[in-house]
């Protein structure tokens, strides 16, 4: 099966090279199928209620941009193009997910962190998603297996 659209999950560490040089192979080498997604949580999630007294909007507006110069630093590495590079925000495995249905996506390329245990050998995002997708999931194994 030829994927036309590809969504590829990264999360803006060293890690995401790896998982867009698998999906760049697994695409042909055709940087234009691929979408770079990064999914930033917002503050009010993560952050406790008296911090609510700093001006929010200014912090998540800062953040978004760091984000996407991030994202768009480590996608330029693989060609992939400026338009196809998406920062979301919300739950990452819903985002994900959603993304991929409203874009007709027919794969979601993310990372895997190969420890032990379902839940840990994909990751919590990675299990989400594996299990809400309703397009086909590869998942990137992004650490190295310890060696005996």
């Known amino acids: ?52 007294v700093m001006e929010i909007s200014k912090l998540e507006e800062r953040i978004s941009t760091d984000s996407k110069q991030q994202m768009n630093e480590i996608a330029a590495k693989t060609g992939i193009p400026e338009q196809n590079q998406h920062l979301l925000t919300g739950h990452p495995p819903d985002a994900i997910c959603n993304y991929a249905d409203k ?28 299990q809400s997708a309703d397009c086909d999931v590869l998942t990137v194994r992004v650490r190295e297996k310890k060696k005996e």
């Open 1 to 52: 099966m030829k994927y036309k659209k590809i969504v590829v999950a990264i999360d803006l560490t060293d890690e995401s090279e790896k998982i867009l040089s698998a999906a760049k192979d697994i695409a042909g080498g055709d940087s234009e199928l691929l979408h770079t997604v990064y999914v930033k949580e917002p503050l009010t999630a993560v952050l406790p209620y008296e911090s609510y």
């Open 103 to 130: 874009n007709n996506a027919q794969l979601i390329i993310l990372g895997s962190h190969g420890k032990s245990g379902w839940r840990n050998l994909l990751g919590s995002t990675a299990n989400s998603v594996v």
